[in-house]
Every structure is written in structure tokens, then in C-alpha cells.
């Protein structure tokens, strides 16, 4: 689901929320709508509109959750930052993979932020990433130090797919890749983590808790 809020001012910070909890993304307009200079221009609860809903209201943040239906969190803040770098991202999630956080930092989002926040802290986090700054708080960071990652971000992002059922062809489509590229990863994915098979790598995958959240 998609709302969408009248045009903002525009000397005012345009945001777009995404986020598959309607509690949450309710509860984080209500605590954006006590600020001064925030509004909340669209939000929504599937991956896909979002980067047309950035492109509509000229977005200046946007917070999203990394696991939304649609597709890859990490690949559509990569794709946006790279077509808008004017733009800030704040994944806000409640995962504590630091496989998972990883991806984030590793996609350049602005903030990696854990949903356990405080509403002030989370105010203070947006102000410091809107003035310039990049947050990835401690908490964050010692996850990701704890994690033994074999894989890249790359065939991360690609056995996340897998996992999810994609095919080849559908995994060279999202992520902009060639069919070949895509099997060649698949490939040393299953050489580097000592599988024979799909089934195999699912397993091996959810039972080491890597893209668990």
C-alpha cells in the first residue's frame, strides 16, 4: 500500500518512508510530524514504487526496512544512491545479522540505524545525516565485527536471491547483470561455502543465520 500526502513546502524536508509495518511506518509519521521542518510526502509498504516516489516528490530522505516484499533493500539503496546522490538513505531495521548491516554499510546507505532507537535518538540521527554525516552507531558496528563472511557484498546480495527462489535470468534483471555473470557468481558461491546445490546452500545459509533478521 501507497500514500501519498499533499505537495510539501519547499523549504521543508521531504520524506519518504518504507517500511512493510503499518504500526511503524504510522508511528514514525506521527514522531516526524512533531518536528518543525519535516514532512512526510509519501510512504509506502512494498519495495516497489519507491524509487518512483523518490523521483516524484524530489525526496531528500528516505528510511526504509531491509526486509520489504518487492526485492533487495540493499540493491535498490544502491541503485539510488548512485542515480541520486543528493539523496540521504536511513535503513532502519530489526535485523542484527551484521551480515545484513554489512550489506547496508556496504551499499553506502547514509545511517544503518536498529529499530530499538528511541524516537529522540533516531530525531538526532536524521539531523546528523541531513547536515552530512554518516552514522553506523557502535551497536551496529560490533555486529558486523562479530560476523565471518566468506562471500562478498555482490554474492551476498545474489544468494540472497537465490535463496529466495529467483532464477538466473530474474537475478540478472534486478540487479543489472548479465545471465553469465550471475552463473559465474553462483558458482564460486557454491565453491566458497563448500555446497553442492541450491538445497544445500539454503541450508547451510539459514543455518549460519546470515541473512536471518
Known sequence: ??????????????????????????GLKLLLA????????????????VKELVREHNAHLL????????GDSSAL?????????????????????GVILQQLIDVQADAVLLKDESGAELIAHLRAVLAGRRIIPAEV???????DMPLTRRELQITKLICDGLSNTVIADTLALSPKTVDKHRENILRKLEVCNVAQLVHKVHTAGWLNG
Open 1 to 26: 500500500m501507497t500514500m501519498v500526502t499533499p505537495s510539501a513546502s519547499p523549504h521543508r524536508i521531504r520524506v519518504v518512508l518504507a517500511d512493510d509495518h503499518a504500526i511503524f511506518r504510522d
Open 34 to 49: 512533531l518536528e518543525p521542518d519535516f514532512d512526510v510526502v509519501a510512504d509506502t509498504s512494498h519495495l516497489d514504487p
Open 63 to 70: 528510511l526504509i526496512d531491509y526486509h520489504m516484499p518487492g
Open 77 to 97: 539503496i544502491g541503485w539510488l544512491k548512485a542515480r541520486h546522490p543528493e539523496l540521504k538513505v536511513v535503513a532502519l531495521t530489526g535485523s542484527r545479522s
Open 141 to 147: 558496528r560490533s555486529l558486523v565485527s562479530d560476523t
